[in-house]
């Protein structure tokens, strides 16, 4: 029997550790764990604070490009944006070239918000990447942004 296809490692004998999605999933649960607190402090889910991390660099995008970068589920994102909303946290717009598609906007009193979260955020990363080498930070993150251009879903 001619079989040419790789033989594929098994999760057991590659390891946890060594297993590349694991690894990113310990992370990021353990740099959201970090940020509970604060969030809490200031009434933050994680859905909200993601929305609002993404709309202060990314000015006015439609919800479903929203849910593609806060990576979060369009029904979770929406009861966020309208917690957020509610709050006076960020604005919605109907799109002008669409009546059908919403644009969502941070406000003044959401980017303080964000503003007060971000140096917990910054130093959350910053211990991440503590006794790394920033060549080593720059290659890793690198190779992160080719790895999402990899599987990509969508244009963003």
Do not use: C
């Not at 991390?53 to 929406?78: K, N």
């Amino acid at each position: 029997m001619n079989d040419e296809s790789p033989i594929i490692p098994r999760l057991g004998e590659i390891g946890l550790t060594n297993f590349a999605p694991y690894l990113m999933n310990r992370i990021m649960g353990r740099y959201n764990a970090s940020l509970r607190e604060e969030m809490a402090d200031q009434g933050l889910t994680t859905p909200k604070m993601r929305a609002l991390a993404v709309l202060s660099v990314v000015d006015g995008p439609l919800i479903r490009e929203l849910a593609v970068y806060t990576v979060t589920e369009q029904s979770t994102l929406s009861r966020a944006l309208d917690q957020l909303q509610t709050e006076g946290l960020i604005r919605r717009e109907v799109d002008t070239a669409d009546s059908r598609a919403v644009r969502v906007f941070i406000s003044d009193a959401g980017r303080a918000a964000f503003e007060q979260l971000w140096p917990h955020m910054a130093a959350a990363q910053a211990r991440m990447f503590r006794g790394i080498a920033e060549e080593e930070r720059r290659a890793f993150v690198a190779t992160l942004q080719k790895m999402l251009a990899n599987i990509r879903k969508h244009e963003i």
